[in-house]
């Protein structure tokens, strides 16, 4: 791999030890604003939902996904094949590590955002996505849609039970501009403040370490519930069993 002019080593400590990790200007406005443009092309500003009622209401998560590589934008390739996010990729995980998969999650105006969850479920500590998530356009308190992240929880186990939006004294706000990079363990307690603005989007190149099973992340971690993407059912109450 070529040289690339970045800390790699230091950074990536830096994301073990609090479970992600914050790079301002890290992508050209101008590679910003074409994603961006593609992003509303193809979702306008009022698309419908994609997940069913149960799942709106009970994970308190109002996102639409669209997996842009799959039907052959190949615009997306250039985040994808960006050298330097692929160095500081290995560094992280590891040799033999591997791109999952890149969805986009639109979120209409007046919209919920995320309630706190993990991307997959904690017990085993060596299995785990990072979101390699990218911000096409900016995220301000006007618009909303700040990503909440509690530092170090990737060490922590499993997501407590109670308010699935509860505001943590240890949480930390993150306002992404356009052009940041976020990388983020899907083990971190993570959430997304509610959408004001005309719209909010982020872009995740999911990425995870060598021998993680290509599912991880079917099933996500909410404090009310464990929920399985592949088959839309809640495969565990978590207020139910406590
Ligand atoms: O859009 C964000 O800022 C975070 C999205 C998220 O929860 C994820 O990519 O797993
Ligand atoms: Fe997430």
Request: aromatic fraction near 12%; include cysteine.
């Amino acid at each position: 791999m070529m040289t690339v002019n970045l800390p790699i080593e230091e950074l990536a400590k830096q994301f073990w030890k609090q479970g992600y990790l914050v790079l301002e200007d890290f992508f050209e406005p101008e590679l910003m604003d074409q994603y961006d443009q593609l992003i509303l092309d193809h979702f306008g500003y009022t698309p419908e939902f994609f997940h069913n009622e149960e799942f709106l209401t009970k994970a308190a998560t109002e996102v639409i996904p669209w997996f842009p590589q799959q039907e052959g934008v190949s615009a997306f390739d250039i985040v994808e094949n960006d050298e330097r996010l692929k160095v500081l990729s290995e560094a992280i995980l590891g040799e033999g590590w591997s791109s999952l998969y890149c969805m986009t999650m639109f979120s209409k105006q007046g919209t919920k955002g995320q309630a706190w969850h993990q991307d997959c479920a904690p017990e085993d500590a060596a299995k785990f996505n990072m979101n390699r998530l990218i911000y096409t356009s900016d995220i301000t308190p006007e618009i909303g849609g700040q990503t909440l992240v509690v530092p170090g929880s990737h060490k922590r186990g499993e997501l407590t039970i109670g308010d699935v939006n509860e505001e943590f004294s240890d949480q930390i706000e993150l306002t992404p501009t356009k052009g940041t990079l976020v990388l983020l363990h899907g083990h971190t307690w993570h959430r997304v403040r509610p959408v004001k603005g005309k719209y909010r989007v982020s872009t995740n190149y999911r990425s995870m370490p060598k021998g993680t099973p290509e599912d991880i992340t079917d099933i996500c971690v909410y404090r009310n519930m464990r929920y399985r993407f592949e088959t839309n059912e809640v495969v565990e109450d978590r207020l139910a069993a406590n």
